[in-house]
């Protein structure tokens, strides 16, 4: 037995708060919490100082495996999600071949079951994500899809979306859409209108691309009655055309990342390329309109879009070139307690709501809470400890991240994956036996 004492056990899943003791059984399940010094175990781990909640649980995580192993692998990916108190992941599928067959899907997850955190991964909507023809859903389904999306596209052809939608809800599967119609993008990446844009004379990405699709497809949900997640929402319209749909059919459910409730459109000019992602990051107003949205549960997921580049890919020039996207697994919860829990927007168990159970009653995985006989996936951080990051605080194989040389508060100071450790920081003290 393993006791984790003397910390403050937060838990979105049951709604437990206080300083209490959480025992882990030898079977890596959660045995249940007491006042402090009522339980006892032969192993224990000293928790004083801070916070003991369930794993984090990512829903968009861009692992590159396969394809595009120089980025990032399963391997470095679990890593990176470790050390940022992450235990289970969804990776995204716009992988090298994309994850439109039985074959790829059950390569990725077999090989995903050897790594220390709970691999789980998405499938494609459409063949080689062309938007054209939906793929065997059924097939997919039975080969373990968590969820299904072209992440990186939308699906233009409403009648292919339909046909998804349908046969995907038939199948108690969801279907999760990056929602950019690319006719209102000359480049993408940078929000249109912005500083950023008109230093680099571009035209950029209209925020039109974000909610023209997020219009058509929360009505079309609407109409089928079916479930449908808006990924990384940008924009307070897309945020309002949710809220509004939500309203008429609960089945409805959006995500937002760190990077587009911590930053603004301005991030390019300060940091380049490392602040260009998709859909872009925009104005304050819209950044103040997510956070929201995360307060009033039009948004209740929280998902880094972990999207790890080279440093020669993000070097191209014009940067406006260099591919999209930001590394996320080791910031986002800092960031969360930064913009989130400091300035008074949401207490700490309404956002570590929105990175556990949240995700996990979702996408329906068995994460996401310490109730007694859960899977003892477990993060332990300080929340009030500072840290500055730097190019080698990462452990992705990508440091592609805009918030180099920032001071971030709340340091993960242990994860642990099925009652094991799987990341611990320097400074945390590790098990001591009785
Ligand atoms: O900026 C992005 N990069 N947004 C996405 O949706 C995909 C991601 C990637 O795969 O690099």
Not at 197 to 220: K, P, Q, Y
Not at 328 to 341: F, M, N, R
């Amino acid at each position: 037995m393993l006791l984790i004492a003397n910390g403050t056990i937060i838990d979105p899943g049951t709604g437990f708060e206080g300083k209490e003791d959480l025992l882990i059984g030898d079977d890596g399940k959660i045995v249940g919490h007491a006042p402090y010094g009522e339980l006892t175990a032969d192993r224990i781990l000293d928790a004083s100082g801070c916070i003991v909640a369930p794993g984090l649980v990512d829903t968009h995580s861009h692992f590159r495996d396969p394809g595009f192993t120089y980025k990032e692998d399963l391997h470095t990916g679990s890593l990176a999600a470790a050390a940022g108190g992450y235990t289970t992941v969804i990776l995204m599928a716009n992988t090298k071949p994309p994850v439109d067959s039985v074959e790829t899907l059950t390569d990725i997850l077999s090989r995903g079951k050897k790594e220390a955190i709970h691999i789980y991964s998405a499938a494609n909507v459409t063949r080689g994500m062309s938007g054209r023809k939906v793929n065997d859903l059924e097939a997919l389904a039975h080969a373990g899809a968590s969820v299904f999306t072209d992440d990186g596209k939308p699906i233009l052809d409403e009648a292919v979306f339909r046909a998804a939608l349908e046969k995907a809800n038939s199948l108690g599967i969801p279907v999760s859409l990056h929602e950019e119609d690319p006719q209102y993008i000359r480049e993408n990446g940078i929000n249109a209108g912005s500083k950023a844009a008109l230093s680099l004379h571009i035209t950029g990405s209209d925020r039109m691309a974000e909610i023209s699709m997020v219009e058509r497809d929360t009505r079309i949900a609407e109409e089928l009655g079916a479930r449908l997640l808006i990924q990384h929402i940008s924009t307070k319209e897309g945020v309002d055309l949710v809220r509004r749909a939500r309203a008429r059919n609960p089945r409805i459910h959006a995500e937002a990342t760190p990077q587009h409730f911590s930053l603004t459109e301005d991030a390019v000019l300060t940091t380049g390329s490392l602040a260009k992602v998709n859909p872009p990051l925009r104005t304050e107003e819209d950044r103040l309109a997510i956070i929201h949205g995360l307060q009033d549960g039009t948004i209740d997921i929280i998902a880094t879009d972990h999207a790890p580049h080279s440093t020669e890919e993000k070097s191209v020039t014009p940067l406006w070139k260099a591919p999209s996207g930001m590394i996320g697994l080791e910031t986002a919860l800092s960031l969360s307690i930064q913009k989130l829990v400091e300035p008074g927007y949401l207490a700490m168990m309404d956002m570590l709501a929105l990175l556990t159970c949240n995700p996990a009653d979702y996408y329906r995985l068995p994460a996401g809470t310490l109730a007694p006989g859960a899977c003892a996936d477990i993060v332990i951080f300080d929340p009030a400890a500072r840290r500055t990051i730097t190019k080698d605080s990462f452990h992705s194989k990508s440091h592609n991240s805009p918030f180099i040389g920032e001071e971030l508060p709340g340091a993960v100071r242990c994860t642990l994956a099925s009652g094991r450790i799987i990341y611990q920081d320097n400074s945390f003290g590790g098990i001591s036996k009785k």
